[in-house]
């Protein structure tokens, strides 16, 4: 059984909005995912910038469907924004000032870092700079 995918928000934000760039590459992989019954990990705080992202759109609502659609999923796990991994993602930050990422960035690298995952939907290539493989974007065709 291969090991969860860390999904982060520019995976779900591709697979909501068919205007975006990396749309047609997100539903692939989930198709592909659903066949192969893979499972997913992401965060409170992926979830928060997701739906930040989408607060003043016409998609609002599907994206408050779709969160609520992955609380109540098999095979996902949304971690809790708990103080102590608040606590490490912000360290993280703190630590990596050369960097551009994002507190949700660290926070995610934290809970992939937990887990042992490698795999991460994203296009962001901060994930790739912390060790991470990045599995959207124009470099993983």
Same mark, same amino acid.
């Given at each position: 059984m %291969?090991?969860?995918?860390?999904? +982060?928000?520019?995976?779900?934000? #591709?697979?909501?909005? /068919? ?7 997100? %539903?692939? =992989? ?11 990990? $992401? *965060?409170?705080?992926? =979830?928060?910038e ?8 016409? !998609?609002?609502?599907i $994206? ?7 609380? #109540? &999923? ?6 809790? !924004?708990? /103080?102590? !991994? ?7 930050? &703190? *630590?990596?000032?050369? %960097? ?8 995610? =690298? ?9 795999e991460?939907? *994203? $296009? +962001?290539?901060?994930? #790739?700079q912390?060790?991470?493989?990045? !599995?959207?974007? +124009?470099?993983?065709?």
């Amino acid at each position: 059984m %291969k090991p969860p995918v860390f999904v +982060d928000t520019a995976y779900l934000i #591709a697979l909501t909005n /068919a205007s975006d760039r990396h749309h047609e590459q997100a %539903k692939s =992989m989930a198709a592909r995912w659903s066949e192969e019954r893979r499972t997913f990990v $992401t *965060t409170d705080a992926v =979830m928060l910038e997701y739906a930040n992202f989408f607060a003043r759109s016409p !998609l609002r609502g599907i $994206t408050g469907a779709t969160i609520a659609r992955l609380r #109540a &999923a098999a095979g996902w796990r949304i971690e809790l !924004l708990s /103080a102590p !991994l608040l606590s490490r993602g912000e360290a993280r930050y &703190a *630590t990596h000032e050369d %960097k551009a990422w994002s507190l949700t960035d660290c926070i995610s =690298m934290e809970v992939m870092t937990d887990a042992a995952l490698d795999e991460a939907a *994203t $296009t +962001d290539v901060h994930f #790739a700079q912390a060790g991470f493989r990045p !599995l959207m974007g +124009d470099r993983t065709r």
